[in-house]
């Protein structure tokens, strides 16, 4: 069967997060991907882990395999004019390219001629393409910063915190892989393709549309709120024996008395905790209830009885339980990777779960330069021409 | 930027004109997938019912003011519903299933979000849909996803954010987990993050039914959407069975990476140095050359070693500067530096003033006090397609009449008995939308606003419309 987007070629350039992950979407979807990567060094990817072993391998990076299976890799000197050439004869056929270089990186690399009419260039840069900061070096950290997300995240009484991975590099990759659908869309009909400009500062900012509007409608300014504040009745966390637990109280509230059964706590049906007024002004109260109670308990059998009862009741999980979850597993959500070096890696699939898509059997992330002599000779290119190119360094 | 008062008209072809989607969904994350592709052009009918109508339509009034009709201007209802039309249709009444299905057979896509069990009670799941229109495409987005032990639990935006490994990894390492965003009421990480995967699976769909002539069933899963963005922490369990930790700011490579307190009230810049070259610069350019000369920083493991005593050095160096003029130091020189921006901030940021993040969407005909007020447009730019606001968020039930006169040429008659039999309607039911001021005195006292601006809206309006 063909998959959602066979039959679209794309070209990777840059690679780290952003651009490798949207260009995986594509590619899980069944999208031909060309990466193209330094001759020798590779994407920069290749240096982060996790490693099989702790033991670094830039065949065997664990960030490198998740992001670019299922697609090919072709190493070229783009910064040369013969390997700028080879990437512009690349894209003659090509209906996508997707860049992080930086932004106006792409426009200063030395093609031989214009782009084709056809071709849709997403580029992902930390601020976008243009404007008095579009020069500024970013990174996850910056784009928090700047996005206004950190201002609001962690404890009043202590410094402002960004989420603990690349969220934001691998939100941007989201977004790209829409955009590049919908401009390929329309370039069908009309057989023009367009520039799209991703910004990883913007990507950010919309993720805290709600305090956004909070100010621009209303003047309030939100900060981090007071960690020591946290409770059942704020949603905080809970500390149950082995981890935490996370109540959210937007539905407990709605089924009080079955939190009460739960927990074994009739207290809570008493008369001043059944209003949420009421609740609101005893929180403390009840976390003192509530709190021995959770503490007893493992998260897991919170986590899982509590929904029996029909609680918003979840377990805070670790890598450790979601590698294990029996739930992702009945879905198929994880999947193997044969990989030649690494062996075999376990990774989140294709999302989301459909009939139209195989979420098992990717091939394997290439590894470096795998398909240089196959794609250059698809160009056209001899066997004694990629030797010259190989000795000059170009690929 | 204009604050113009009526809204443009399509300055070129939109990619997905021709697209018809009927969403049945509320509040943040499948309204939040559709608004980009309506604003790339699709005919987005938003499917509310009497009984049912979105629970976000009262969110947050604007200027904490309650309106008649508040349920038609609540602000995060602007912000999600843009470029769509409002429709009422009863889908628990048999006549109601029925016509929603003859809307199905003239449409591309259902996007929904009921909790599992719904859609098979409604009648409503992709078999009885595709027998109606087998081009259709359904998305169901949920928590846990239609399958598997735990597909009918409950999750509530905190519990998808706890359950995917997100808020593990989130916070100080001597402390609790954290959601990000003010504990979640500012901020909708996993929310956006699971619409954007909607947004992808819907235009995938659609390109695989130009190849291969038929639709499909999406079945978004949050929780997946989340891990998705964790994968290396799953992947470092399978390879080294390490479980990754909350560490603050602190990066697996980069280092010194992470915030500095300066001048003003709670106040910080963040930076983050990639190489011993940015070392170097950082050093210059703040003027301690301490951080040079001292052997135990040379090298990147050095600065993790030492990570504690390099930020007590940075720290004193800018605890008396300015986090923007900090900011412009270090990009001076190439280091990755900003002022941690508050929400106030981002609305007056001059980069994303220039590249027109905000716009001024105009007020409803019936409400002019509310005025022209300001918006995001998608977080993306493309250069041949236009992301203006062509119409505002629907009314209650604004579009019944015109949607069912022009898809399913439905007769004044049949509109009448539809009225009758409470299929559709033209207002929500008493009390079915929550009435309300944001308490802001309290939020102030309990220290979850750092201020109340009682400018902040002509002071906005006058940042965005000047030059």
């Known amino acids: ?395 | 930027m204009t604050t113009h008062t009526e809204l443009p008209g399509t300055a070129g072809p939109l990619p997905l004109e021709g697209i018809r989607i009927l969403e049945i969904g509320m509040v943040f994350v499948l309204p939040l997938a559709i608004t980009p592709l309506a604003a790339m052009g699709a005919d987005v009918i938003k499917v509310e019912a009497q009984a049912r109508p979105d629970q976000v339509r009262s969110g947050l009034a604007p200027d904490n003011i309650l309106r008649e009709h508040g349920y038609n201007y609540g602000v995060h209802f602007q912000t999600l519903n843009r470029n769509k039309r409002g429709i009422t249709i009863d889908l628990s009444k048999p006549a109601g299933r029925e016509l929603f299905l003859r809307l199905v057979a003239v449409s591309d896509v259902v996007a929904e979000n009921f909790t599992p069990r719904v859609l098979k009670n409604l009648g409503l799941t992709y078999e009885e849909l595709a027998a109606v229109n087998p081009r259709i495409i359904l998305l169901s987005s949920s928590g846990y996803g239609h399958t598997g032990p735990w597909h009918q639990y409950k999750a509530y935006g905190p519990n998808t954010e706890s359950v995917d490994g997100l808020m593990h990894v989130t916070g100080y390492p001597d402390g609790p987990p954290i959601r990000g965003g003010a504990g979640g009421l500012g901020v909708a990480f996993t929310d956006v993050a699971g619409a954007m995967y909607g947004t992808y699976a819907i235009l995938a769909a659609l390109e695989q039914r130009e190849r291969i002539g038929r639709g499909q069933w999406l079945d978004l899963s949050h929780y997946e959407s989340g891990v998705a963005t964790i994968a290396e922490t799953v992947i470092d369990y399978h390879m080294n069975g390490r479980t990754a930790y909350r560490r603050a700011n602190r990066h697996a490579s980069r280092a010194p990476q992470g915030v500095y307190q300066t001048t003003g009230h709670d106040r910080w810049v963040a930076l983050s140095v990639a190489s011993d070259e940015e070392f170097a610069a950082l050093a210059t350019a703040l003027g301690i050359p301490d951080l040079l000369s001292d052997q135990r920083f040379a090298t990147l493991s050095g600065r993790h070693e030492h990570a504690e005593a390099v930020d007590a050095i940075i720290a004193a160096a800018v605890a008396d500067r300015d986090a923007v003029d900090v900011e412009a130091t270090l990009q001076a020189v190439g280091v990755a530096a900003s002022a941690v921006a508050t929400p106030r901030d981002v609305w007056f940021d001059a980069q994303l003033k220039h590249r027109g993040f905000f716009e001024l969407v105009p007020p409803p005909d019936e409400a002019p006090d509310i005025g022209p007020r300001p918006h995001l447009r998608p977080a993306w730019k493309l250069s041949e397609t236009p992301s203006e606001t062509r119409s505002r968020a629907p009314r209650f039930g604004e579009h019944t009449r015109e949607v069912l006169e022009e898809c399913l040429q439905i007769t004044e008659d049949e509109l009448a008995t539809l009225e009758e039999a409470g299929v559709i309607a033209a207002e929500p039911r008493q009390g079915m939308v929550a009435r309300g001021t944001m308490d802001l005195e309290t939020m102030l006292s309990e220290r979850r606003l750092r201020e109340v601006d009682p400018d902040y809206r002509q002071s906005i309006e006058r940042h965005l419309s000047s030059e």
């Open chain 1, 1 to 395: 069967m063909l998959w959602p987007t066979d039959g679209i070629r794309v070209v990777e350039l840059g690679g780290g997060i952003s651009a490798a992950y949207g260009a995986r979407l594509l590619a899980d979807f069944g999208a031909t991907v060309i990466k193209v990567e330094r001759p020798g060094v590779g994407d920069a990817s290749r240096q982060a882990g996790p490693f099989p072993d702790d033991s670094p391998d830039p065949e065997a990076s664990g960030r490198f395999l998740y992001l670019n299976h299922r697609k090919r890799s072709l190493t070229l000197d783009l910064e040369s004019q013969e390997g700028a050439a080879l990437l512009a004869q690349l894209l003659t056929d090509a209906d996508v390219l997707i860049e992080n270089l930086g932004a106006g990186a792409f426009d200063r690399l030395p093609f031989p001629a214009s782009l084709p009419p056809r071709l849709t260039v997403c580029s992902i840069s930390p601020y976008g393409q243009d404007g008095p900061k579009a020069g500024y070096a970013g990174s996850e950290i910056t784009a928090y910063a700047s996005g206004g997300m950190m201002y609001i995240t962690g404890s009043g009484d202590r410094e402002p915190v960004k989420h603990g991975l690349d969220q934001a590099a691998h939100l941007a990759g989201v977004c790209a892989s829409s955009a590049i659908l919908a401009a390929v869309m329309l370039a069908r009909r009309t057989g023009r393709g367009q520039r799209i400009d991703i910004s990883e500062q913007e990507t950010v900012a919309q993720t805290i549309f709600p305090a956004l509007n909070l100010y621009s409608h209303l003047g309030g300014v939100m900060v981090r709120a007071p960690i020591g504040n946290t409770s059942v009745v704020n949603s905080a966390p809970m500390p149950a024996s082995d981890g935490w637990v996370m109540p959210s109280y937007a539905g407990l509230g709605q089924w009080w008395d079955s939190f009460a059964g739960f927990l074994e706590c009739p207290e809570l049906l008493e008369e001043r905790f059944q209003t949420p007024d009421g609740r609101r002004q005893a929180a403390e109260e009840i976390d003192e209830l509530v709190g021995p109670r959770f503490a007893e308990r493992t998260k897991a059998d919170l986590f899982h009885t509590g929904q029996a009862w029909g609680l918003t009741m979840t377990a805070v999980q670790t890598p450790a339980d979601i590698a294990n979850c029996p739930h992702l597993a009945e879905r198929g959500f994880f999947v193997e990777q044969q990989h030649p070096v690494a062996g075999t890696v376990t990774m989140p699939g294709p999302i989301p779960l459909t009939a139209g898509v195989d979420r098992g059997h990717p091939s394997p992330a290439p590894l470096l330069g795998e398909h240089t002599e196959a794609i250059l000779a698809e160009l056209g290119t001899s066997a004694e021409e990629l030797v010259r190119l190989r000795n000059a360094g170009i690929v």
